[in-house]
């Protein structure tokens, strides 16, 4: 049974009875699933502690859903399509019946290493179909996965070990990435001599590199599978027991771990799956992101393996070997509904249409985006060059947080408007607050956007710290889940996402808490204090602008530069790397010295014309220097 929407007034209706009648509404979607007991309670929740429970006393298990669901079924339907990085290398078909079989053995290999329920692992893996087996793997057997963007440094990745004290860590030899390899073993080798925790690491051969493998700790993936049985019993999980921690940045320095938990997570990526893109059975669905984000959790491997989609998995990047390889992979898979990154469709557009008008793109009928404000020309090049104006364009808000798409259209049903991600889906009750934490009602409004009811997909908790949790979202305004983003209600009640109102910039999509990125720069024992801010980038959304106190004695400035860029890739990444680096002997203070980051901002942004006043500053002279030496 699908709870398929198929028109817009079949999506008033909904919504108005997702508002009215929410247990009903949800209770309806959650009976086409399989539980092993149904639930007690739809949903009991307060947002002061917050708690929050969906399906209370209802057991599953998630892969039962996906697996036996769809083995019956469709055993013979490809479930996941492999795509790797050398466009001539074999690729992988893999059905639902060989995804059971790989699954089942991979998760006997690990309670074979000692893996039992609760456990947390660490999933630090290329885009190989062996990172979905290796997630489902985890939540057959109520581990806990964690995984983590093979691009983070080794110290991000024992950073995340530590937080969640995780006993395993399934990885790769190396890892293929465009033109590059880059030896990811190596990595997880150097992030171990910082943890305590982990008992063994099992090593998917990729590259066929040399890598060390540690006795008694090390074991390759396929030793581990050898001899293990194709049959796994799902453990029986409640309907709030964790399914998978996924790091996210923050305002703070720290990225703190969101928590998702079973049943809830499934009914919502399922549900929004099937209505945003609008899937019909035999279509080709392609998320371009990576497992190591929560679109690759909730649209990659979840949401679409849930409706027994077949999902494309893609090893590469977009510009190898050339511009036109994502649509090289469109033709050669009749790709239906192709989801990516603005910060993408950018990069691609700066090689002109050639590239997308030589392909035969006629499979596609829905288009997407996520991430990151899509700006009204790169949505025209979407809709008119890769869609040939045939295709809707879903603008998808969301956040890891919320575990799955919030306000989007559902293709071909909702009217889209360039850069508006328009309407929120049925049991989402977003809010506008000003400042202090009035609702702003009716249309065309702009505040601070918030939700007032609770979804199945959202997070529960941060992991080993709910205060946190507590006060990064419920504390700011009462009653609210807080996201973070700015937000406009246009004459027709459409949303637009402006951007985040906190300390936390969008860099290609990925997210970047600034105080996480002045911390790794800190680091540098030559630098005194720094202060990051984001500033329009053309193809990246925002790009990192930090300017940096230091000590230039024995280094020239270039010098002191590279290095320091050099210590936030080891530190966090190479996705954190500044792009301008501007060195200078002050920052703006107010008297109290609070670091001015409103001056700052409009100095990166180049709109110097107006900062406002700053006669009141602790050091006003320096506003004339950083003005001086701006990037
Ligand atoms: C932040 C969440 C959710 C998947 C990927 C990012 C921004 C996300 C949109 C969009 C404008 C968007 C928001 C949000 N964002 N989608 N369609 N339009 N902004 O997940 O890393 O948790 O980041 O990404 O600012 O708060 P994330």
């Not at 949303?495 to 720069?521: C, F, K, P, W």
């Not at 204090?529 to 193809?539: L, N, T, W």
Request: negative net charge; hydrophobic residues 35%.
């Amino acid at each position: 049974m699908s709870d398929r929407i198929h028109t817009l007034s079949g999506y008033i209706h909904e919504y108005q009875r997702s508002v009215h009648q929410p247990e009903q509404f949800w209770s309806r979607i959650a009976d086409s699933f399989h539980w092993k007991k149904r639930w007690e309670k739809i949903v009991e929740w307060n947002f002061e502690e917050p708690k929050i429970e969906w399906f209370k006393g209802a057991k599953l298990n998630i892969t039962e859903n996906i697996l036996e669901k769809h083995l019956f079924t469709m055993g013979d339907k490809p479930a996941i399509i492999w795509e790797p990085n050398e466009p001539g290398d074999e690729n992988q078909t893999i059905t639902f019946r060989q995804l059971y079989e790989k699954v089942n053995q991979f998760a006997n290999a690990m309670k074979a290493k000692g893996i039992k329920k609760g456990d947390r692992v660490i999933i630090y893996m290329p885009m190989v179909p062996e990172a979905a087996i290796a997630m489902l793997a985890c939540a057959r057997i109520g581990a806990v996965h964690s995984v983590v963007f093979a691009g983070f440094s080794s110290n991000a990745l024992a950073d995340r070990i530590n937080d969640c004290q995780a006993k395993m860590v399934l990885t790769s030899d190396g890892n293929f990435r465009g033109a590059k390899s880059i030896p990811v073993k190596a990595v997880v080798d150097e992030a171990l001599v910082k943890t305590k925790t982990i008992e063994n690491v099992i090593v998917f051969k990729r590259t066929g590199e040399g890598v060390e493998m540690k006795a008694g700790r090390d074991i390759w993936w396929e030793d581990a599978i050898k001899g293990q049985s194709t049959e796994c019993s799902a453990e029986v999980m409640d309907a709030e027991d964790m399914l998978f921690i996924l790091y996210t940045s923050g305002s703070t320095g720290k990225p703190k771990g969101v928590v998702h938990t079973c049943g809830g997570y499934m009914v919502y990526t399922k549900y929004s799956f099937e209505n945003v893109f609008q899937y019909d059975q035999g279509d080709v669905y392609w998320c371009t992101a990576d497992v190591g984000w929560i679109t690759g959790h909730s649209y990659i491997v979840y949401g679409p393996l849930l409706a027994g989609a077949t999902t494309v998995m893609f090893e590469g990047v977009p510009t190898y070997p050339d511009a036109g390889r994502f649509w090289d992979v469109v033709d050669k898979y009749k790709v239906n509904q192709f989801y990516t990154a603005p910060t993408a469709i950018r990069a691609l557009q700066a090689y002109g249409t050639e590239p997308v008008d030589k392909r035969d793109l006629s499979s596609l009928k829905v288009l997407g985006t996520v991430g990151e404000p899509i700006n009204e020309e790169a949505w025209h090049w979407y809709h008119s060059h890769v869609g040939k104006g045939k295709c809707p364009v879903v603008d998808t808000w969301w956040q890891t947080e919320t575990g799955g798409i919030m306000i989007s259209p559902l293709a071909g049903i909702t009217p889209t408007k360039p850069s508006y991600a328009t309407l929120p889906l049925p049991g989402i009750q977003p809010v506008i607050v000003d400042a202090d934490g009035n609702e702003l009602k009716g249309n065309s409004v702009e505040g601070n956007l918030c939700m007032k009811f609770p979804w199945p997909g959202m997070l529960r908790t941060t992991y080993g710290d709910h205060e946190r949790c507590k006060n990064t979202y419920f504390a700011t305004y009462k009653n609210m889940y807080f996201t973070g983003d700015g937000v406009k209600r246009d004459e027709d009640g459409y949303y637009r996402i402006l951007g985040r109102v906190d300390d936390v910039i969008n860099v290609s999509g990925h997210r970047m808490g600034t105080a996480e990125v002045e911390n790794a720069i800190n680091e540098h024992p030559k630098v005194i204090e720094s202060a990051v801010v984001g500033y329009p980038h053309e193809v990246k959304g925002q790009g990192i602008y930090a300017y940096v106190i230091c000590d230039l004695e024995n280094r020239t400035e270039e010098n002191l530069i590279n290095e320091i860029s050099e210590t936030v890739r080891n530190i966090i990444g190479a996705i954190a790397k500044p792009d301008k680096i501007q060195v200078v002997s002050g920052l703006p203070k107010t008297r109290s010295g609070k670091i001015m980051r409103r001056i700052l901002r409009k100095i990166a942004e180049g709109d110097t014309s107006n900062l406002g006043d700053t006669s009141t500053l602790l050091n006003p002279e320096i506003v004339d220097e950083i003005k001086a030496g701006a990037k």
